[in-house]
C-alpha cells in the first residue's frame, strides 16, 4: 500500500504560479511512476502528467506543455508540480496518484485525497 497526501493548493490569481505536493508513505516510493490529474466541477477527472520511476521520462497532457512542470524526490518520497501561467480553467481538484508500467501506459493504482487549485480572473 502506498498513501498520497497533496499539499500546497490554494488561490491565486490569472497568471500566477502555484507549486503543489504530494508526500507518499507506505511501500518504496521509488518503484513507482507518479502522476497528476485534475477534476474541475462538473467535469471527468484529467489527466495532467506522469514521471517515471526514476524521474528518466515525463509525459504532459496537451494543455500542460510549456506551463507545468513536474519533479520527484525519491529520497524524500515526494511528488511536484510546479504550475506556471495559471488559467481560470486551470481552476480544478489535483490529484496525485502512483502506478506501475511504462510511463505512457501506466495503471494507476494509489490516490490522493486531491488539493484545491483555484484561479482567479
Known amino acids: 500500500q502506498v498513501q498520497l497526501v497533496e499539499s500546497g493548493g490554494g488561490l491565486v490569481q490569472a497568471g500566477g504560479s502555484l507549486r503543489v505536493s504530494c508526500a507518499a508513505s507506505g511501500r518504496s516510493f521509488s518503484i513507482y511512476n507518479m502522476g497528476w490529474f485534475r477534476q474541475a466541477p462538473g467535469k471527468d477527472r484529467e489527466f495532467v502528467v506522469a514521471?517515471?520511476?526514476?524521474?528518466?521520462?515525463?509525459y504532459y497532457g496537451d494543455f500542460a506543455k510549456g506551463r507545468f512542470t513536474i519533479s520527484r524526490d525519491n529520497g524524500r518520497s515526494t511528488v511536484s508540480l510546479q504550475m506556471n501561467s495559471l488559467k481560470p480553467e486551470d481552476t480544478a481538484v489535483y490529484y496525485c496518484a502512483a502506478g506501475g508500467g511504462s510511463v505512457t501506459n501506466i495503471q494507476w493504482d494509489y490516490w490522493g485525497q486531491g488539493t484545491q487549485v483555484t484561479v482567479s480572473s
Open positions: 514521471i517515471s520511476w526514476n524521474g528518466g521520462s515525463t
